[in-house]
């Protein structure tokens, strides 16, 4: 019991994006610069389950001044799917399945200061609490 919930704790309260499977990445659209050139966005998509699975998609901010990456957004990808900057700092994410407006994950997020992770595990991790100010899930 002690073990399983070791476990839990750990991947719930020191998660981290490094259990991404980059065996089976896909590169999805990017890189877009943003107006001020100061950071860029690629997506990637990683499918899952075989078959029958479905696709996540992750989006990876480069900030071009500091030489830095980090994951801003994480989700499970829809038909629908495609980044805007809004300004130079503000990115627009649209990831939605139009005949299921309930499994819309659209969100805009300022790239400096906010992070989305469906299930939310980023929110809740100790490890990432000082990568952003505010977390979004679903």
């Known amino acids: 019991m002690v073990l399983l919930f070791s476990i ?3 991947r719930v309260y020191f998660f981290s994006f490094d259990r991404i499977n980059d065996e089976y990445t896909q590169k999805g659209p990017g890189p877009i610069l943003s107006p ?3 950071y860029s966005v690629n997506a990637y998509y990683e499918p ?6 479905g696709v996540n998609v992750w989006i990876e901010k480069t900030n071009h001044e500091e030489n830095k990456t980090n994951i801003v957004y994480y989700a499970d990808a829809k038909s629908n799917f495609s980044m805007q900057w809004v300004d130079a700092t503000t990115l627009s994410i649209i990831n939605d399945e139009p005949d299921y407006p309930e499994s819309n994950r659209s969100i805009t997020l300022n790239i400096e200061k906010e992070i989305y992770h469906e299930n939310g595990w980023a929110c809740k991790s100790i490890l990432m609490k000082n990568t952003f100010e505010r977390c979004y899930q679903d």
């Open 8 to 10: 839990y704790i750990h």
């Open 36 to 38: 001020s050139e100061k």
């Open 48 to 53: 899952y389950g075989g078959a029958v699975g």
